[in-house]
């Protein structure tokens, strides 16, 4: 007898996957279609952000070697595209349609101030652009990490309501019958968190680094205007 409620006893967390109800069994299929999604967004922002990053410090390289504007033009139409020679040929593209004033002495034609705020919200406006791009997917990271213990601490409610209810039925209220059942239904909670904390994880590091990259995108964006200044364009 002892033999044979010993071996009914679930003895590792697969045997407890493997006996438990199908409402627990449907809430971690949820759980693991999150964390492999999870895990597959992570990987590409991962070697998305190693690429956009390697792209930008090159071309930022040669373009603080430039001194003209029209080298700058030149490297935007060598280098392989990016969010900086992006923001860079949108301020080219602003000047060809903007009407500018040479000055009375026949000089270099100029931007007036409005124009020149103007090309800053322009360039504003292509660096969300760029940005929102690269941070496709980074918020479902925040949403999987948030989900998943709740979906967990579901499945460990249902699953002690459902031990408890066990109980009852069998008339038995001894730790051995009422252990299985908590065992089981503690595991949703357990796989829930490792999902979320690796969610979580990639979500602020990926957060932190798409905010740098917004920074720098912005600040080349100011580089841009102040050769247009150092040129007399402004």
């Given at each position: 007898m002892f033999l044979q409620v010993s071996a009914a006893v679930p003895s590792t967390v697969l045997d407890l996957v493997r006996n438990a109800t199908p409402f627990s069994k449907a809430v971690l299929v949820v759980l693991a279609v999150l964390s492999l999604t999870s895990w597959a967004v992570m990987l590409s922002k991962w070697f998305t952000f190693r690429r956009v990053e390697r792209a930008a410090k090159q071309f930022t390289t040669e373009f603080q070697k430039a001194r003209r504007l029209e080298d700058c033009a030149a490297l935007a139409r060598r280098a392989k595209q990016s969010a900086h020679t992006l923001v860079l040929e949108r301020a080219l593209q602003f000047l060809v349609?903007?009407?500018?004033?040479?000055?009375?002495?026949?000089?270099?034609?100029?931007?007036?101030?409005?124009?020149?705020?103007?090309?800053?919200?322009?360039?504003?406006?292509?660096?969300?652009?760029?940005?929102?791009?690269?941070?496709?997917?980074?918020?479902?990271?925040?949403?999987?990490?948030?989900v998943s213990p709740l979906l967990g601490l579901m499945g460990t409610v249902i699953g002690v309501i459902n031990a408890f209810l066990g109980v009852a039925r069998g008339g038995s209220g001894n730790l051995a019958a009422v252990a299985p059942g908590v065992a089981e239904a503690l595991i949703a909670t357990a796989i829930a968190l490792a999902v979320a904390?690796?969610?979580?994880?990639?979500?602020?590091?990926?957060?932190?680094?798409?905010?740098?990259?917004?920074?720098?995108l912005d600040g080349f964006g100011s580089?841009?205007?102040?050769?247009?200044?150092?040129?007399?364009r402004i």
């Open positions: 349609e903007t009407r500018v004033v040479k000055d009375d002495a026949g000089g270099p034609a100029t931007l007036s101030a409005s124009q020149v705020q103007a090309l800053r919200l322009v360039l504003d406006a292509e660096t969300n652009t760029q940005r929102d791009a690269l941070g496709t997917y980074i918020p479902f990271l925040a949403m999987v990490g948030s904390i690796p969610a979580y994880f990639g979500y602020n590091l990926f957060a932190s680094r798409l905010n740098r990259f917004d920074g720098e580089e841009v205007i102040a050769l247009m200044a150092r040129e007399g």
